[in-house]
């Protein structure tokens, strides 16, 4: 399996994808996240597999920077509007092997400049001590990256790391989302979120609505973007 993702990456045998990101009450589109797809008609075709066979082997900092360039490249090429969003996984950002400023290197080369990218980090894997992840995340707001938290409620400690972090933006979980005109303590917690959001002056996504009822819904308890 290590010859094949190496193989992978090498050919750059990657599709990029973009989902819009959309600001509901101005009707506008706020950007795009970045999506990975592996090989069509392969095992390796889902983001998932592919991304947990390369941390296995030994590869996932060269899979990410392979998926980074090609999301920076193709946001410019296709003059996408708004925003970029990339997810950069903690274990790559952590890695004092991973080759430091090329995410800044590439954007520039593609015309873009670090106001129009957002860096995403998961919340459902477990964070590391504050200290340092704070210290790594402020490497990239030097540059002027915008810094958000995705999959908050996932995780462990999402809310004490939003507090902690100060996040330009955060993305619900979908777990939250799904269904969440059925479930009353779902809806508590969104309305508490959305209003967070208010206090930190931070953007609050709901990320993976699929219905008209959990849009309808969202609106309703103060949803400004969306991501489904």
């Not at 599709?15 to 390796?44: C, M, W």
């Not at 997810?87 to 593609?110: Q, Y």
């Not at 670090?114 to 995403?120: A, D, G, K, T, Y």
């Not at 508590?188 to 219905?211: P, R, W």
């Amino acid at each position: 399996m290590k010859e094949v993702i190496q193989s992978i990456i090498s050919k750059k045998q990657i599709t990029t994808v973009f989902q819009a990101i959309f600001d509901v009450q101005h009707e506008i589109i706020l950007g795009y996240e970045a999506l990975t797809r592996g090989p069509k008609n392969s095992e390796l075709h889902s983001p998932e597999r592919l991304f947990q066979e390369a941390e296995s082997h030994g590869l996932l900092s060269e899979l990410e920077l392979l998926c980074r360039a090609s999301a920076i490249t193709q946001f410019s090429q296709l003059q996408l509007k708004g925003k970029l969003f990339i997810n950069i996984c903690l274990n790559v950002m952590l890695n004092k092997a991973h080759p430091d400023g090329e995410t800044i290197k590439l954007v520039k080369e593609s015309g873009l400049s670090p106001e129009q990218v957002v860096i995403e980090i998961s919340e459902k894997s477990p964070f590391p001590n504050s200290d340092i992840l704070l210290k790594a995340i402020n490497k990239y707001r030097q540059y002027g990256f915008d810094i958000a938290i995705d999959d908050l409620g996932a995780g462990y400690s999402g809310l004490k790391q939003w507090s902690y972090l100060r996040p330009d933006i955060v993305k619900i979980d979908r777990y939250f989302i799904e269904q969440c005109h059925k479930d009353m303590m779902k809806r508590e917690f969104l309305k508490i979120l959305f209003e967070l959001g208010k206090i930190s002056n931070a953007h609050v996504i709901a990320e993976g609505i699929e219905t008209k009822e959990e849009f309808l819904l969202l609106r309703e308890l103060g949803m400004v973007y969306a991501q489904g």
